[in-house]
């Protein structure tokens, strides 16, 4: 009895550890600047940088916590319909996309100005709807489920969206691809911290709080519940500290946001491999325009890419979960556990990936990486080990969804700063695409099998790897009839 107290308190203290991470970030910041060999001159710092850091962390623990293994639980034994969980994921990426026209919307009216004050709204109001949560598991009707949902995810992505404006803005488009690594580091720590405190709640012994009425039992679930209030209340408080980086600036900061969209000389000097040795000495301005002109095709590239990958994770990646537990029997421990162990791989894989990227290339470490989460889908469906499973479906996450930081990187570098809030939006704005593609998923799997829409989704995403060394091969082509006719031309002037 005596143990089992302790054990409760040491783990309420964990809980509430979580609630300050400033030590948690600012460890995280020290170890990135010297992994990466980053001198204390080239630390670009804002006043919104850790505010933007606490609510990216809040927010990832209370989406990992809710979304999606308790929420498919609770559907899934509520209505016990596999195609309705597919319409509720498809909801989920319809309101992304809402949310992601709303910030189109910003960008088109030029309101950018007025960004930092959609988290602070959108906190209380995402705070207000998770009450409401209590009363939606007491309704049998799959239609307020529904509303629930999309509005929930609408409101969601217009807020990160917002987050993320704010970071690039705030920080200046030199030291972009440095802070959107960071986020995503501490956007992984937030998911492993979600599964992380669903085990411990799970394993306190204190009496439960209030009686959930859904069909759904976990134990401790209104612990659970209460935690992600308090999270909520707490990210509404940091959300208050953002401030207005379109505010008169000291002009080192204009002149780092003013920075040029290609890269810079250490850049260069990394992407050896991917870019023709010019001398810039020797180029014209029209040449310069060549080349910028030449790259600026990669955002569209980036995006075409990610098109093709949303059809094939609609398709299967949110089946994993029911897969597992179906055909392997996986306990739900065992699942949150595998879980938390994705973000602690992948959060180790994302300053690998990154220093590969400052040696080999943006584009190169994108692509092996995506190579590597396809041959992993592939042994998903072949193996019939349930620990073996397990570690796969670890892996291929990690591979999958680490280069995110560099596409987007990628995206805002070689684009027109104007167009930044265009290309942001436009990752949610292409999630329409994935809600068709999660409902037509969830159809195959009812008459298919499971196995059938993995097999579509390695196809899928195998046509999206043939994307990039298409379009390489053919700048490769152009640019060795630039030097050719540069050279001539040099030539005749001689």
Same mark, same amino acid.
């Given at each position: 009895m005596v143990t089992s107290r302790y054990t409760d308190v040491a783990i309420w203290l964990i809980l509430l550890m979580q609630t300050t991470p400033q030590k948690l970030i600012d460890g995280l910041l020290r170890f990135y600047w010297w992994f990466n060999g980053i001198n204390e001159e080239?630390?670009?710092?804002?006043?919104?940088?850790?505010?933007?850091?606490h609510i990216v962390f809040f927010t990832d623990i209370i989406q990992s916590m809710v979304f999606p293994t308790v929420v498919d639980m609770c559907l899934f034994r509520m209505f016990s319909d596999r195609v309705f969980l597919s319409w509720i994921t498809g909801i989920h990426h319809l309101g992304a996309a809402f949310g992601g026209f709303l910030a189109w919307g910003v960008s088109y009216w030029k309101l950018e100005r007025h960004l930092y004050r959609v988290p602070k709204v959108a906190s209380v109001y995402l705070t207000l709807h998770m009450i409401y949560f209590l009363r939606i598991l007491e309704m049998n009707s799959m239609w307020y489920h529904i509303m629930w949902h999309g509005i929930y995810y609408a409101v969601y992505s217009f807020s990160q969206l917002a987050v993320c404006n704010l970071m690039v803005t705030s920080v200046g488009t030199k030291h972009t691809g440095t802070y959107l690594t960071i986020s995503s580091a501490v956007a992984r720590l937030g998911n492993i911290s979600g599964p992380a405190t669903l085990i411990l709640v799970s394993a306190l012994n204190t009496t439960g709080i209030v009686k959930f009425k859904s069909s759904f039992r976990m134990k401790n679930a209104d612990i659970a519940y209460m935690f992600v209030l308090l999270l909520s209340v707490i990210r509404v408080v940091h959300t208050f500290s953002l401030h207005n980086p379109y505010k008169p600036r000291s002009r080192h900061t204009l002149d780092d946001a003013k920075a040029a969209m290609l890269p810079t000389t250490n850049e260069n000097n990394t992407n050896v491999a991917m870019t023709p040795s010019i001398d810039s000495s020797d180029m014209t301005e029209d040449d310069f325009h060549m080349v910028n002109e030449r790259y600026h095709v990669l955002p569209y590239v980036i995006f075409s890419i990610n098109i093709l990958s949303l059809i094939g994770?609609?398709? *299967?990646?949110?089946?994993?979960?029911?897969? !597992?537990v179906a055909k392997f029997q996986v306990p739900y421990r065992q699942?949150?556990?595998?879980?938390?162990?994705?973000?602690?791989v992948s959060t180790v894989g994302l300053f690998v990936i990154d220093k590969q990227a400052r040696k080999y290339g943006k584009l190169v470490t994108i692509l092996t990486s995506k190579f590597i989460a396809l041959l992993l889908l592939y042994a998903f469906i072949q193996v019939d080990n349930p620990a073996l499973v397990l570690v796969i479906y670890v892996l291929r996450f990690t591979f999958q969804n680490t280069p995110m930081a560099l596409k987007t990187t990628v995206m805002l570098k070689y684009s027109s700063k104007n167009a930044n809030g265009y290309w942001l939006? *436009?990752?949610?704005?292409?999630?329409?695409? !994935?809600?068709?593609?999660?409902i037509l998923g969830g159809h195959l799997s009812k008459y298919g099998g499971l196995e059938y829409c993995f097999k579509a989704t390695s196809k899928l995403q195998q046509k999206a790897e043939n994307h990039v060394p298409q379009w390489y091969s053919t700048q490769q082509h152009n640019s060795y009839c630039y030097h050719v006719s540069s050279s001539f031309l040099m030539f005749e002037a001689m």
């Open positions: 080239d630390r670009k710092d804002h006043s919104n940088t850790m505010p933007i850091l994770a609609g398709l *299967s990646i949110r089946f994993m979960f029911m897969y !597992m699942m949150w556990f595998a879980n938390m162990c994705g973000p602690i939006a *436009s990752d949610q704005i292409s999630r329409v695409i !994935m809600f068709v593609s999660t």
